[in-house]
């Protein structure tokens, strides 16, 4: 048990900077720690709307009303801090965290396993989904997959394995997924918010056509440009079709955030 202090002063580092870092971060922001984000140099973020890495194509980004700006230098974090931003470095090795020495670290990547997190990183390390035993790899691992235990902060054992398969929504699984057909560089010819119908060409790749499995709202679409490998998710279409979803940060996000918030508050709080 860590001492007790200011919840204000706590620095949290949060690597990766997907929809659930991104939800997580948001949260803890909302709760007034210090966060600090870390991502690769090409996130794959596909629910980028609500993604706080989508800094890194743009500068900055805003999330529900709150705002992270892409910084280079480590001083930049201290000062966006004062102006009630949350920085958000490309750092895939979390250097960072050798100069600010976060309070916290929640390592967010949502690999599927552990590539790089020790139990050693922080005074606090809380670890999100597969791939991590708490006690192990990190003081705390939280549940990600759908279900009773969405959020559950364990302090043992493992979080459930992944599934490989999406989430239902009105029964729909496969289908509402777009996957890149082949290999090459990926292209855009809907937005992020659009009604789209089965059948409909929403971008390609290499010139080869990605069109819509089913009826619904493009909820989330990876940034264009990028080369993708084949059989890579690079889309998802939301059947509900509302369009205000993907705009706002989803129920997992912020029930996996809980978990996190929880484990700093038995240490902290």
């Given at each position: 048990m860590q001492k007790k202090i200011d919840l204000s002063e706590i620095k949290v580092c949060v690597k990766g900077g997907g929809d659930i870092a991104s939800g997580v971060a948001w949260r803890l922001y909302q709760c007034g720690f210090r966060v600090f984000m870390t991502e690769i140099d090409q996130p794959m973020a596909v629910r980028r709307k609500v993604a706080f890495c989508d800094a890194i194509y743009h500068d900055s980004t805003v999330v529900e009303g709150v705002e992270a700006l892409l910084v280079h230098k480590t001083d930049e974090v201290f000062s966006l801090w004062v102006q009630g931003k949350i920085p958000i470095l490309v750092d895939p090795i979390c250097k960072t965290c050798n100069v600010i020495r976060p309070d916290v670290l929640v390592d967010a990547i949502l690999?599927?396993?552990?590539?790089?997190?020790?139990?050693?990183?922080?005074?606090?390390?809380?670890?999100?989904?597969?791939?991590?035993?708490?006690?192990?790899?990190?003081?705390?691992?939280?549940?990600?997959?759908?279900?009773?235990?969405?959020?559950?902060?364990?302090?043992?054992?493992?979080?459930?394995?992944?599934?490989?398969?999406?989430?239902?929504?009105?029964?729909?699984?496969?289908?509402?997924?777009?996957?890149?057909?082949?290999?090459?560089?990926?292209?855009?010819?809907?937005?992020?918010?659009?009604?789209?119908?089965?059948?409909?060409?929403?971008?390609?790749?290499?010139?080869?056509?990605?069109?819509?499995?089913?009826?619904?709202v493009i909820r989330g679409m990876i940034h264009p440009g990028i080369m993708v490998s084949k059989d890579l998710k690079i889309g998802d279409i939301d059947p509900r079709g509302n369009k205000e979803n993907c705009f706002t940060i989803s129920e997992k996000a912020l029930a996996i955030a809980g978990g996190v918030l929880e484990g700093i508050l038995r240490v902290y709080g």
């Open positions: 690999a599927k396993k552990n590539i790089g997190t020790s139990l050693h990183d922080a005074p606090l390390v809380i670890a999100l989904g597969p791939g991590f035993e708490a006690g192990q790899d990190a003081h705390f691992v939280v549940e990600t997959n759908r279900g009773h235990y969405l959020g559950r902060l364990l302090g043992s054992g493992s979080a459930e394995a992944n599934t490989g398969a999406p989430g239902p929504v009105q029964g729909i699984t496969t289908d509402r997924v777009i996957r890149s057909p082949r290999e090459g560089i990926w292209q855009n010819n809907m937005e992020i918010g659009d009604l789209v119908k089965k059948g409909d060409m929403v971008g390609s790749v290499a010139g080869l056509p990605v069109d819509a499995l089913i009826d619904g």
